[in-house]
């Protein structure tokens, strides 16, 4: 079983930027999609960024599109998350998720219940 390990957050002004790293023990992730969730405070958690099995296609919300770029590095067995323009609110716990169908190259919103594995959460607070 994969094992998801997230680092990079912290604080940082508005228009200051971040990179978010997951990098997963036990299994690689070559073989799945890569997601990444954030959770404001009294918010559900929400979907933000995907990327498929090879890093040959990305799909963003909405509300990152544009500031955020997500990759990977399978050699590294790692997906990253660059976070650029931060606004205040993008403060959240972040986490990256493996997707659980392998080899999956539809891009789209995903729900919680496509992942199986979750990284622990890594805090971002973009101050104003």
């Known amino acids: 079983q994969v094992h998801l390990i997230g680092s990079g957050g912290g604080l940082v002004q508005a228009g200051g930027s971040l990179r978010l790293s997951c990098a997963a023990s036990g299994s690689p992730l070559s073989s799945n999609a890569v997601g990444w969730f954030r959770q404001a405070p009294g918010k559900e958690r929400e979907f933000i960024a995907i990327?498929?099995?090879?890093?040959?296609?990305?799909y963003y919300a909405d509300s990152v599109k544009g500031r955020f770029t997500i990759s990977r590095d399978n050699a590294q067995n790692t997906v990253s998350l660059q976070m650029n323009s931060l606004k205040p609110e993008d403060t959240a716990v972040y986490y990256c998720?493996?997707?659980?169908?392998?080899?999956?190259?539809?891009?789209?919103?995903?729900?919680?219940?496509?992942?199986?594995?979750w990284g622990q959460g890594i805090q971002v607070t973009v101050s104003s």
């Open positions: 998720a493996l997707e659980r169908l392998a080899y999956s190259d539809h891009m789209g919103p995903r729900f919680e219940t496509d992942f199986d594995d």
């Open positions: 990327i498929s099995w090879n890093g040959g296609s990305t």
